[in-house]
């Protein structure tokens, strides 16, 4: 049934998210998952994978994939007691997480089915917890008493109305349904089996707590052929999802003694109560004619076989930070920054850096660091600060600091330091604007005629700035022949250019580590002070976009870089210079949908961002910059 059907499955890297893949591609389903987590080792190359907060997921991406079925299985939870620092996590990846979701979804015309994973932790513990161990579970059926045990069941609770709420509008265009899942274990989990078996491998002691106490254990591979059965049915509202039959936690215990007869085991003391609870699955049998097949015999033993040949096959992102050189005052960028890791729902911190200490930007970073200048630090010293700070990632922000960057992208790439930085001739190329005028005049491209020496040039006005460094540094703008020499005489390496009247754009790109434009976002300068633009607005021009593809391959760039061209009167273009770096207006471009610094995140983290859409807003954009206080 879900042959040639288009699935989306929110927390598809879990434990049992990577059971439900699997399954599907047998089936024959084309698959989109989003998780938190790196993609799986190993998966297919069919699987459309987003990796990162899906609470930033755009209702675009969604919109874009036109999925027919969702499994929405992205969740977070503590396996006991609740801590405190529960209680955001809870409203952001459970709450939050799965109205986004829903929100993005719930007008594609596309989609038949959702399958929501929800919990028996909705259901009142008065009803099946105990002061004394119990004789025998208590069978609970869909329509039992409700009074969710705790933050968690409270958030499936929530969904399950929330879903209710939209099949009402939707009527038959779209079922949902929410599976009431028991004690859900498998491999590479962090189910109290799976944390036992690791343990026992390592001839730990195990520590147990009510071993008389009665679970419904259901296998996540179970689990996730009842999520896909469910879809497949007529199935709606409520329907509970176990084994159907409880264990106790002491049988559990006889069956690892079985391969584990030296175990060593302790237990705990406990206040909490006795549990006994089962599944009631009458209802879902009738709806799917099917009934989970594993026990504790046969799968446990596949589970230590799975830990004994593989610690774990799950990709884990550790914990890292990102240094920002050169902070200066670039607040936006630096906000851009940290919207990027919030998207990727990483652990990052933010490291600003600058020889200022008391620059602005450091109060918008996590931590600074007063950077001695670069002619003053040995790459072997910036080494040492990244690998003791446990920085993976650094963005350069200044022209001056780039050639250094760009020098010493390999020897840091070597020390698993990822630099947003081009290639060391590609960045003099760009930063040497004589040179890049004769790199882009031989390869046919409409660059502004550029020499080092006015006799070599005829203009009825002239544009004269320095050969090395931003455009803007005592610019003489609109001068004649005279006025030209004169001004020239006050710069270091000087430069002319005829004076063109026209229209300025910058066009910021990003180019991939495989040599592939993601995407440009083409802007016109309205108002610029200080070579800077106080006033940019986005433009459709497909004309200017296909000339940043050329240059950005013909240059070789990576990353981030920024295209400056003057349009005269008569349309045409005059490339004027590029910036291999993030631009001060370039945050306007992200917000269009040129996502520079979650796709960086992502190649530096082993990522093919090919399976990243660039999905441009369909409507235009305007930046206002202003002074704004932060009041701390």
Wanted: hydrophobic share 35%; with cysteine.
């Amino acid at each position: 049934m879900l042959t040639g059907k288009k699935v989306f499955i929110s927390g598809g890297a879990g434990v049992i998210g990577q059971e439900l893949v699997k399954k599907l591609l047998q089936r024959g389903a084309e698959v989109m998952v989003g998780d938190i987590k790196p993609r799986p080792h190993g998966w297919d190359s069919s699987i459309i994978y987003r990796q990162g907060d899906l609470n930033y997921i755009s209702c675009q991406e969604l919109q874009r994939f036109q999925p027919e079925y969702v499994f929405h299985l992205a969740a977070t939870f503590e396996r006991s007691v609740e801590t405190y620092e529960f209680w955001n996590e809870n409203y952001e990846h459970n709450v939050r997480l799965s109205h986004h979701l829903m929100h993005c979804l719930k007008d594609i015309p596309t989609l038949r089915k959702v399958v929501f994973a929800s919990s028996y932790l909705i259901y009142n513990p008065a009803t099946y917890t105990f002061q004394e161990p119990a004789f025998e579970a208590v069978n609970l059926k869909e329509e039992g008493e409700i009074y969710p045990r705790n933050l968690c069941g409270v958030a499936k609770l929530l969904h399950e109305m929330e879903l209710q709420f939209l099949h009402h509008f939707r009527g038959t265009s779209l079922q949902t349904v929410s599976a009431r899942i028991y004690r859900s274990y498998g491999k590479n989990s962090r189910d109290i089996i799976s944390r036992w078996i690791r343990a026992l491998l390592q001839d730990e002691t195990i520590t147990v707590f009510r071993k008389e106490g009665l679970f419904d254990y259901i296998y996540a591979e179970d689990g996730a052929e009842g999520l896909i059965r469910l879809a497949e049915s007529d199935a709606v509202g409520i329907v509970n999802l176990g084994s159907g039959r409880a264990r106790r936690v002491q049988e559990v215990l006889d069956v690892l003694a079985l391969h584990f007869p030296h175990m060593k085991v302790t237990e705990g003391d406990s206040d909490i109560p006795y549990e006994a609870s089962q599944a009631d699955m009458s209802l879902f049998k009738k709806w799917t004619g099917w009934a989970p097949e594993r026990h504790l015999e046969d799968t446990i033993p596949e589970m230590i076989a799975y830990e004994r040949d593989c610690s774990s096959s799950e990709v884990r992102s550790e914990p890292f930070r990102i240094l920002i050189s050169s902070v200066s005052k670039k607040i936006p960028l630096l906000k851009s920054v940290n919207k990027a890791v919030q998207k990727l729902g990483l652990e990052t911190q933010i490291i600003g850096a600058d020889n200022n200490p008391n620059c602005i930007g450091k109060h918008f970073t996590d931590m600074f660091w007063e950077m001695p200048r670069l002619g003053q630090l040995p790459v072997t010293e910036l080494i040492r600060y990244c690998n003791e700070h446990d920085v993976k990632c650094i963005i350069p922000t200044r022209d001056g600091e780039l050639s250094y960057y760009a020098e010493h992208q390999s020897e840091l790439k070597q020390h698993g330091i990822h630099v947003m930085i081009s290639k060391p001739d590609t960045v003099q190329k760009c930063l040497d604007k004589q040179l890049f005028y004769e790199t882009l005049k031989n390869a046919g491209f409409p660059a502004i005629p550029t020499s080092t020496s006015i006799k070599d040039m005829e203009a009825e006005k002239y544009v004269v700035k320095e050969r090395f460094g931003a455009g803007s540094e005592s610019l003489g703008l609109d001068l004649n022949k005279e006025m030209a020499v004169l001004h020239a005489l006050n710069l270091k390496q000087p430069i002319f250019q005829p004076f063109i009247i026209g229209k300025e754009y910058s066009i910021d790109l990003y180019r991939d580590r495989m040599g592939r434009v993601k995407g440009t976002i083409v802007r016109s300068r309205d108002l610029v002070v200080n070579g800077e633009s106080q006033i940019s607005k986005t433009e459709n021009n497909p004309e200017l976009e296909k000339l940043a593809y050329d240059i950005a391959d013909h240059l070789g760039l990576y990353g981030h870089a920024v295209l400056q061209v003057l349009v005269d009167e008569k349309g045409m273009p005059h490339i004027i210079e590029c910036n291999t770096r993030f631009g001060g207006a370039s945050t306007l471009s992200v917000e269009a949908g040129l996502d520079s610094f979650y796709w960086f995140l992502l190649e530096s983290a082993g990522a093919d961002i090919s399976e990243y859409p660039f999905l441009r807003s369909k409507k235009e954009k305007r930046l206002i910059r202003f002074a704004e206080d932060l009041i701390v």
